[in-house]
DNA sequence: CATTTCGCTTTGATCGTTCAAATCAGAATG
DNA sequence: CATTCTGATTTGAACGATCAAAGCGAAATG
């Protein structure tokens, strides 16, 4: 009476017994309407909730998703992992799950961490983000046989065909196809791109889409190895190998770019030059692609966090309940959309960066 | 024996009772050492770990934490509530707590997900992030006498004095007089302030800051108000409203910002105008402003974290222990560092933004 | 020597729920 | 009409820990 109702509470007032509530709550169908009708009403009378814990010790779950939050040295893009935060944590309450977040500094001390939660039955499920080539984490988990879907493909050699794990991503291929082409049909003549220095598993696959483009369009190997700048993820080095580029080659009229930070850079450095006429797109659509008003390609977070959901607890269960992962039924790829900004290119129809 | 270890199994090996097994868990001290040793082998061995949620259940403690996750809207700063959220978990996870995140769209939304969390007893403490003036969700959570504790200051007329809750904020103030200072003490003769348009709680305290510095050198008040530039929190907006000032005003070589959103614009508008002798400074230190190379006060979200949880918890304490706040208790001002780097004044040690 | 004190350990109850099996009333079956 | 079946509800036993109080042996006290 003094603290919280507890089920017997309801269970008194409705004139049933405790397992009949509890049916109500968990199991409505099974409970005879009339009856139901009284349990809820009791149920509301008394503000009932059932306590967290007990459920959790009783039915040995602890609906609980467990992710690490990086340390974001990522620069601009660490807002990424912000959004797919909140789109997961948003899903995961539509399904009556929960998110606990965890720190580490490395991939050991994560699953140091990920080995405690499991331990102290804190959390049943993980999500793992920025997956490597053969993640040592990935490996462990598999061992242990802990549930986990991670953000990122193995980018081993037959990611679609061959289930490792559970994974979702987002075609960046076909985001930077979409950026390419909106350059094209906007007026650009010679597209250049601006990715990160090869082998990047997630850069050379960017890379692909915008030389699908160029391809189709009819550039030959050589003309797509000559329009193609590197730069280390980083606006200055962005900024510095675009100057440079554009030095030597004048005639380029549009870069599409691997990410907003390197975008950013580009845009510095078109500024600078004052060369407003060089369309240029991004990637991760972050704020600051917004702020200077910069076309990007959007990963759609909240798409992947139904995926990962979707992999971990099946189409609508309220579980976890994760098989083998079975070919054609472990993967999401999502397509990316673009998202059309002033300086993407065309007729600019909002000067962004051009002196007033 | 199948599966994981109960105390009930360590304390049949180690030849003692649960409770025994309980207390070289929760407080060793009382157990004799020769006992305690062959406990904590038997737990060595068998890696055993308390059951949170058993635990949790009687104990009647949820030792969580939960914070919004803002939809950062906020532009760039976002990434400064990741920082926090990153720093948060780490000092919490040593204090024996847990970080639970939930999302809501407004504060409305945000006290119903705390009603829901305190219900099912998931949480038992709060962390509010960016209050405002008579906030909704300060007055609610007093009323339901739910510990909580929030990172900004009420804004009311006496923050210091009178407290009216639990509150954590870093001294913008004194950040900003500390980069007016260092843009004085590298060379400038005309320091600018953009901010943001008052009244703004945040904003005013900065402007102050800046404010401070240069009445300290001798400018006047109707100086002051010539030097000020007002923008909302936009990289556009800034770079226009900078473009426009420095038409007017070509003596200033140098500006103060409020954030390191409209330092970008400023420093996007002075690149433009080849003004890139106008020494800029942001703030909250973001990623954006490393990628720059904008000198910025940070807001040492460590130590803000680390106030939250001795409020919450006491200095060193591992249970939320909140009583009624006790004028000199209940706050803390953190003092913010200035990160200086190349575009921060002065010589410009690296040229950032101007045309190779 | 009986009694109190002290330090450590054990015992029994309890936290609030769900599980598994038992019960029960009424309908369907032969 | 006795019997089986069926759907709805109840009962007793966990889940794994901590709390509160009791127990116990050795040392201290009168």
Known sequence: MAGKPTIDDVARIAQVSRQTVSNVVNSPEIVRPETRARVEDAIGQLGYRPHA???????????????????MGDGISGSVLDRFLHALTEGAYARGM???????DDDAGEIEQIERLRDDRDADAFVLTSTSHSDLRTRWL?????????FGRPWAADDMGDPM????????????RAAAEHLIATGARRVAYLGWPSPSATGDDRRRGWADAM???????S??????IEAEEDVTAARVAVAEFLDRRPDVDAIATASDSLALGALIATTALGRTDVAITGFDNTPVAAAVGLTSVEQRLGMVADGVLELLMGVSGRDISMREPRPGE???????????????GGERPVPVVDPM
Chains 1, 2 share one sequence.
């Open 53 to 71: 814990s007990a459920r959790r010790l009783r039915s040995q779950k602890s609906s609980t998703i467990g992710i690490r939050l990086a340390a």
């Open 98 to 104: 929960r998110v606990l977040l965890f720190t580490a």
């Open 142 to 150: 598999l061992d242990q046989g802990i549930p986990f879907v991670t």
């Open 165 to 176: 794990h559970h994974w979702v991503d987002v075609d960046g291929r076909a985001g930077l």
């Open 215 to 221: 391809s189709s369009r009819g550039a030959s190997e």
């Open 223 to 228: 003309e797509l190895a000559s329009l193609s």
């Open 330 to 344: 472990a993967h999401r790829l999502v397509t990316p959309e673009l998202v059309v900004r002033g300086s993407g």
